[in-house]
């Protein structure tokens, strides 16, 4: 079983930084595609930025692209994401997902979630 703890969360201004750390338990971390995905009020879950594979390339989604960085540390079984240039419809629950099969755009494709860490950007 593998789990998953997002931590980072908070209250920022426009043009402001945060970076979300994702701790995951399991001894097999470095097989899985990593993933992060955020949730608005009354919007769907979408995908942020992911890992395909450990050491694969990573990718990112347009509204992020240049403003927000994945990383992940094997030896310390821990994703992260770096946000910079934040904008308030930033504004979301962030997830960190764990995929078994290779990460994704698509969150029908991760087995494993967070809990969710809460980032709030101010106008």
């Known amino acids: 079983q593998v789990q998953l703890v997002e931590s980072g969360g908070g209250l920022v201004q426009a043009g402001g930084s945060l970076r979300l750390s994702c701790a995951v338990s399991?001894?097999?971390?470095?097989?899985?595609?990593m993933g992060w995905f955020r949730q608005a009020p009354g919007k769907e879950r979408e995908f942020v930025a992911g890992f395909m594979w450990s050491g694969g390339p990573t990718y990112y989604a347009d509204s992020v692209k240049g403003r927000f960085t994945i990383a992940r540390d094997n030896a310390e079984n821990t994703v992260y994401l770096q946000m910079s240039s934040l904008k308030p419809e930033d504004t979301a629950v962030y997830y960190c997902?764990?995929?078994?099969?290779?990460?994704?755009?698509?969150?029908?494709?991760?087995?494993?979630w967070g809990q969710g860490t809460q980032v709030t950007v101010s106008s």
């Open positions: 997902a764990a995929a078994s099969g290779g990460g994704s755009r698509y969150r029908e494709m991760y087995d494993y």
């Open positions: 399991g001894r097999t971390f470095s097989r899985y595609g």
